[in-house]
């Protein structure tokens, strides 16, 4: 009993990247300068990023491109590793009886292989090569395309479990770089300028100001023509008054 708890603690403390995982990956190269008629030899290459090899559930699938078929030959060893659809333009393979990447081993290098495909048409859309398996999470780097006459598709690169130290090393050193860069808003610095310029507010009230003396002017202005033009009324009266006295 105490064994057994003991093994179950251990296994609950080990990491997520310590479960039975493997990354399986697939690169191939185009082939150039195809026609109607060639047997080509295109390179397929299988990478196993780690941590942990794959199992037996593991397959191969080729998609041959349009034009073309396979050579079942070049692909099945004889063992019954593959079975081949579609006038031979599709093959599904069991990966551990293919003994092209036999040597595949956790965290080792590219091994390669090559299959064969025989142009019968007018060549159209690209093929593909897909590798899968219940022991691989990652599927993202698990497809490579089969290219004739045109350029070599992208080298695949490893998932985010291949590398326990690589996977956990981000989370700590990820929240101090965000932290210091949340409390540096610019609203205070924007309102402080806002605040402290004092263009706008003085203008708007030298503004008033300055309409108020223009409209007392204006009044004052008024008032003196009104009291001018009662004054030269008042003379006017007395002139005629006095020349009214004189007959």
């Known amino acids: 009993m105490l064994l057994s708890a003991t093994v179950l603690v251990l296994g609950a403390a080990l ?3 310590a479960a039975s995982k493997a990354d399986l990956a697939l690169r191939s190269y185009a082939v150039r300068e195809v026609k109607l008629g060639d047997t080509v030899t295109m390179r397929l290459g299988l990478v196993d990023y780690g941590p942990d090899a794959p199992t037996s559930s593991a397959r191969l699938s080729l998609q041959a491109p349009r034009g073309t078929r396979l050579v079942p030959a070049s692909v099945n060893s004889g063992d019954g590793g593959c079975q081949f659809y579609s006038q031979n333009t599709r093959a599904v393979c069991t990966l551990s009886r293919l003994g092209q990447w036999k040597d595949v081993q956790p965290g080792g290098p590219m091994v390669w292989g090559t299959i064969q495909l025989t142009v019968v048409g007018k060549i159209g859309s690209v093929g593909s090569a897909s590798v899968s398996c219940t022991c691989d999470p990652y599927s993202r780097n698990n497809r490579t395309a089969l290219v004739l006459n045109g350029n070599n598709p992208p080298a695949p690169k490893p998932g985010p479990q291949t590398s326990p130290t690589a996977a956990r090393s981000p989370s700590p050193s990820a929240s101090p770089s965000v932290a210091p860069s949340e409390p540096i808003p610019a609203v205070p610095t924007e309102a402080t300028v806002t605040a402290t310029d004092g263009s706008t507010p003085p203008d708007e009230d030298d503004s008033g100001v300055d309409l108020l003396f223009v409209i007392g002017g204006v009044a004052v202005a008024l008032a003196l ?12 009266s007395d002139d005629e008054e006095g020349d009214g006295d004189d007959e």
């Open 15 to 17: 990491p997520s990247w």
């Open 225 to 236: 023509a009104g009291l001018g033009f009662a004054v030269y009324l008042w003379r006017n």
